[in-house]
């Protein structure tokens, strides 16, 4: 396959089949794979969640090995930038959160890929930029702690923390490498 990040948007590595070959897609981009023998993924879900669709993907696409390097989103993409500036892009797929996905899109080392399963999807949950693809939802909760905070001042909802005595109180993940944190942080 032409050594190029193809598409980061494959946050779920259970549509890599789908996104690499299917016939919407383009024989071209399966026949490549097929002459190369191998599809390179670099995944922040853990091995638990990839190794499975790697399985059946290998199954289905017998001669196609699937070469996973699994890392932090943080390390990885900085990995994808090291390749990129030596001139030896080595990732054919990339899958984390959405965070480092916008990211990577602001910094142009994304490539539109339309899945032929969109329709299946939340018109929420898809980016109309075409770079990125949820593929899960993450739900974030107020964590309390009791010694501190009585239950009749318990913030009910995140409009609460806006209000002027929880400043200087609030703790959140650091969002300069990603994760919740950056999440909090930015919204394209």
Known sequence: MKRQLLVALLGS???????????????EIGDRARAEGRVVLYSCPGRENVEPVVREFERQYAGIKVQVTYGKGSQLQEKIRSEGR??????????CGWNGLYQFGVEGHLE????????????????????????????????????????D????????LAEPKWKGKLA?????????????????
């Open 153 to 160: 001042e318990t913030p009910r909802s995140w409009a609460d």
């Open 13 to 27: 590595s259970a549509t890599l089949g789908v996104a690499m070959l299917a016939p919407s897609h383009g024989a």
């Open 172 to 188: 959140i993940q650091d969002p300069r490498p990603g994760g919740g944190g950056f999440s909090w942080s930015r919204r394209p």
């Open 112 to 151: 539109k890929y339309l899945s032929p399963q969109l329709a299946q999807f939340e018109p929420s949950a898809i980016d109309k930029s075409g770079l990125t693809l949820s593929h899960s939802a993450h739900i974030y909760g107020l964590v309390v702690n009791t010694r501190w905070v009585s239950a």
């Open 86 to 95: 030596a001139g030896r892009p080595t990732a054919d797929l990339h899958s």
